[in-house]
């Protein structure tokens, strides 16, 4: 089955510098790929999401990559700010398959003032 | 996207007891799921919620341990059965299709279970 693994397990960087995961899939039938962000206490949130048709979609400070023969994606976020400070799951999943959401192991990221 | 609550968000149990967690969804959605997140995990999924008919068990879940309801498209139910220390997660329902967003899958903002 589906296997994706999630780097590094935590990350601190200065506000204002950027901060980058990485993940890898082993199931080359997935094409969906969403990020999502999870603060203390609450349950997790879509911030973005990338197709495989796609190799690269942004939406303000944050960026995903694909890159599907090497079967890794990754999330980038620049301008770092102290609201940023939380834990990112990468996920990945069949297009018509939503029940399979397989997701990575999590990534604390940490904002230093 | 979706407006999920649960109740409750979080109890205390006594091991040997049963809790059931509440999904409400504010829209019509074709698929509810059930995770579970053990401290400092990552997400694990349960059960896929089907209205109408019994939930459908990922490995190592069984409806005895884990009953799950669906009488309609907005709302699901999910016991624990039978405490044990082991089962103090956060239990998270999640929502998929209907008016949503195409292959986007929200989260509710989940339930944080303690059993002594």
């Known amino acids: 089955g589906e296997n994706v693994e999630q780097h590094p397990s935590t990350l601190s960087v200065q506000e204002g510098d950027s901060a980058v995961i990485k993940c890898t899939y082993s199931?080359?039938?997935?094409?969906?790929f969403p990020w999502y962000k999870q603060e203390l206490g609450k349950g997790p949130q879509l911030i973005i999401d990338i197709r495989s048709n796609v190799g690269e979609k942004k939406d303000q400070r944050i960026a995903v990559t694909l890159n599907k023969t090497a079967k890794h994606f990754s999330l980038h976020i620049t301008e770092t700010q102290p609201e940023d400070s939380a834990v990112y799951f990468c996920a990945a999943s069949r297009y018509s398959s939503a029940s399979k959401i397989i997701f990575g192991s999590g990534t604390r990221l940490s904002i230093r003032p | 996207s979706a407006v999920i609550s649960q109740k409750p968000s979080r109890d205390i149990c006594q091991r040997g007891t049963s809790l059931t967690i509440q999904c409400q969804v504010d829209?019509?959605?074709?698929?509810m799921f059930w995770y579970r997140q053990q401290p400092g995990q990552s997400l694990t999924l349960i059960a896929t919620?089907?209205?109408?008919?019994?939930?459908?068990?990922e490995s190592g879940f069984v409806i005895d341990k884990f009953p799950i309801s669906r009488p309609n498209l907005t709302f699901s139910t999910l016991t624990v059965s039978n405490m044990s220390p082991e089962d103090s997660s956060i239990y998270l329902c999640s929502v998929y299709g209907g008016a949503l967003p195409y292959n986007e899958q929200f989260f509710g903002p989940g339930t944080r279970l303690t059993v002594l």
């Open positions: 919620a089907n209205q109408g008919s019994e939930a459908t068990y």
């Open positions: 829209s019509q959605v074709t698929m």
């Open positions: 199931d080359s039938a997935s094409n969906y």
